[in-house]
């Protein structure tokens, strides 16, 4: 069984621009949740997406957005990059149903993105 | 909103001795205590948990214990070995976090000496 895919792996923007980061679920899985990770702010979530409707949301700024398809792929888009967007970005993959821990529900993470601004 | 505490931020362990990390929570409603392990350029691996009605759980190396009254748990793992060099990261359950919003803590910096 396929883990969580996460592409592209790298990449370097110039501050202004926009990116997109594509992540692909675990087969059956439903739910697809984001993660910043710096080594200042730790792990933070972004956003979740369940049946392609967010249902849950951090802390972040609009220029943070995502969405999911009907296949559960879910991509993440992040405007006019600022230095501080330097992170790696993680794709997180469940059932989406139970409590976390309950049978069946575990999370599992990509490998992740890692995105430069400069 | 919930604070997460971890204790240490880093440290460096003996091959074959024990580490012992430790996460404080304030959420008295928490119920659900797991531990995720994040190795170098990959993502955060749940390794182990422990539900509050359980004072301790044991997978080979590796155990959790919780005290509910004083609001912490730890990671024990014993017979260190080098695969065991990673970022441990705690991520109880609480009334902030949901199925899939997880709040980690500030992580610990496992490095086994040889």
């Known amino acids: 069984k396929a883990g969580v895919t996460q592409t592209p792996r790298y990449l370097i923007k110039t501050r202004g621009q926009q990116v997109t980061l594509s992540c692909s679920p675990i087969s059956g899985h439903r739910s697809v949740s984001w993660y910043q990770q710096t080594p200042g702010q730790g792990l933070q979530f972004l956003f979740e997406?369940?049946?392609?409707?967010?249902?849950n949301k951090g802390n972040f700024p609009g220029r943070f957005s995502g969405r999911q398809f009907s296949n559960s792929r879910s991509e993440m888009n992040v405007s006019t990059l600022e230095l501080g967007d330097s992170a790696l970005y993680l794709c997180a993959s469940s059932l989406g149903q139970g409590k976390r821990g309950s049978s069946g529900n575990t999370i599992y993470f990509g490998e992740g993105s890692w995105l430069t601004v400069v | 909103g919930e604070n997460v505490e971890q204790h240490p931020s880093t440290l460096s362990v003996q091959e074959g001795d024990s580490a012992v990390i430790k996460c404080t929570y304030s959420d008295s409603a928490s119920n659900y205590f797991p531990w995720y392990k994040q190795e170098l350029g990959k993502g955060p691996q749940l390794i182990i948990d422990?539900?509050?009605?359980?004072g301790e759980k044991k997978d080979q190396r590796i155990a959790v214990t919780l005290n509910k009254t004083a609001k912490h748990f730890s990671l024990h793992i014993t017979e260190t070995q080098p695969e065991d060099s990673a970022v441990y990261f705690c991520a109880p359950e609480t009334g902030y976090s949901s199925a899939s919003k997880i709040i980690f803590g500030s992580g610990t910096r496992l490095s086994i000496r040889p």
């Open positions: 422990i539900r509050s009605n359980v």
């Open positions: 997406y369940f049946s392609e409707t967010q249902r």
